[in-house]
């Protein structure tokens, strides 16, 4: 196996059934953007062949990892898990182990954010207008991370676009329910950590629309950026490489 997002259409037993079928130290990870990070992982690791599976979620991921006595070999599996909504709290207990690692942020778009410092590109007007927008979306996303947390569904996967350029949707999001108070102190909490605690792709996706708007001199997209600063291995990147290391007893190429 090489990097790649084959997974993505496997089912869990499907992917089983392939990893028992590998000789290969592999990492799992979730898909989507991933592929695009740990591609360089699969570079700095050549020395020992390691190859990385994107196998289509993070549900699957967590449910290959509880499963991980039926396939693993003598080389070794290591996971790599969106941290998602825990980042307001704790991993569970079950998930505490050596070679499951998880992001420092929501998820690993989170870590590249920090990693690349991006709001760096922004001139100054643009750092203006995205603070400004940052702290409206925050309004809205505290409420319902905040519901989301007390187990109701809230949509967090709802495009910022939605809320900033839609008053009515704005409006909405942020009217409060029968008894229900404003969580302050979450929405405090998230904008002294927005980088670490927005979700990625959300936080990505709020930064694009002051680096991609028509008539900016360079226009740019989430992906490229990701790329870039994956490959600089940043810290945190590097913290992941660095546990990938110890998992497989294998120094990065790199390091």
């Given at each position: 196996?090489?990097?790649?997002?084959?997974?993505?259409?496997?089912?869990?037993?499907?992917l089983?059934?392939?990893?028992k079928?590998?000789?290969?130290?592999?990492?799992?990870?979730?898909?989507?953007?991933?592929?695009?990070?740990?591609?360089?992982?699969?570079?700095?690791?050549t020395?020992?062949?390691?190859?990385?599976?994107?196998?289509?979620?993070?549900?699957?991921?967590?449910?290959?990892?509880?499963?991980r006595?039926?396939?693993?070999?003598?080389?070794?599996?290591?996971?790599?898990a969106d941290?998602?909504?825990?980042?307001?709290?704790?991993?569970?207990a079950?998930?505490e182990?050596?070679?499951?690692?998880?992001?420092?942020?929501?998820?690993?778009?989170?870590?590249?954010?920090?990693?690349?410092?991006?709001?760096?590109?922004?001139?100054?007007?643009?750092?203006?207008?995205y603070?400004?927008e940052?702290?409206?979306?925050?309004?809205w996303?505290?409420?319902?991370?905040?519901?989301?947390?007390?187990?109701?569904?809230?949509?967090?996967?709802?495009?910022?676009?939605?809320?900033?350029?839609?008053?009515?949707?704005m409006?909405?999001?942020?009217?409060?329910?029968?008894?229900?108070?404003?969580?302050?102190?979450l929405?405090?909490?998230?904008?002294?950590?927005?980088v670490?605690?927005?979700?990625?792709?959300?936080?990505?996706?709020?930064?694009?629309?002051?680096?991609?708007?028509?008539?900016?001199?360079?226009?740019?997209?989430?992906?490229?950026?990701?790329e870039?600063?994956?490959?600089?291995?940043?810290?945190l990147?590097?913290?992941?490489?660095?546990?990938?290391g110890?998992?497989?007893?294998?120094?990065?190429?790199?390091?």
């Amino acid at each position: 196996m090489t990097s790649n997002a084959a997974g993505n259409d496997m089912t869990v037993d499907e992917l089983i059934a392939t990893l028992k079928r590998s000789s290969l130290p592999t990492v799992l990870t979730e898909g989507g953007d991933d592929i695009i990070v740990f591609r360089w992982m699969e570079k700095s690791f050549t020395n020992i062949g390691l190859s990385v599976l994107a196998v289509g979620g993070r549900d699957k991921l967590l449910q290959l990892f509880s499963r991980r006595n039926e396939y693993e070999n003598e080389t070794g599996v290591a996971f790599i898990a969106d941290k998602d909504s825990w980042v307001f709290g704790a991993v569970p207990a079950e998930y505490e182990i050596d070679n499951l690692i998880f992001t420092w942020g929501y998820s690993i778009e989170n870590d590249l954010y920090s990693d690349g410092d991006v709001e760096r590109i922004l001139s100054n007007d643009e750092r203006h207008n995205y603070k400004i927008e940052l702290q409206k979306y925050l309004k809205w996303y505290a409420l319902a991370i905040s519901r989301f947390l007390a187990g109701l569904d809230q949509g967090l996967g709802i495009h910022p676009n939605e809320i900033l350029d839609n008053d009515a949707r704005m409006q909405q999001g942020c009217e409060l329910l029968q008894n229900e108070i404003y969580p302050d102190e979450l929405f405090g909490k998230i904008s002294d950590n927005y980088v670490q605690m927005v979700r990625g792709k959300s936080l990505f996706a709020l930064l694009m629309r002051h680096l991609s708007y028509a008539g900016r001199p360079v226009r740019h997209n989430h992906k490229s950026i990701i790329e870039i600063v994956a490959s600089a291995e940043g810290p945190l990147m590097k913290a992941i490489y660095g546990r990938i290391g110890d998992i497989f007893g294998a120094a990065s190429n790199t390091a």
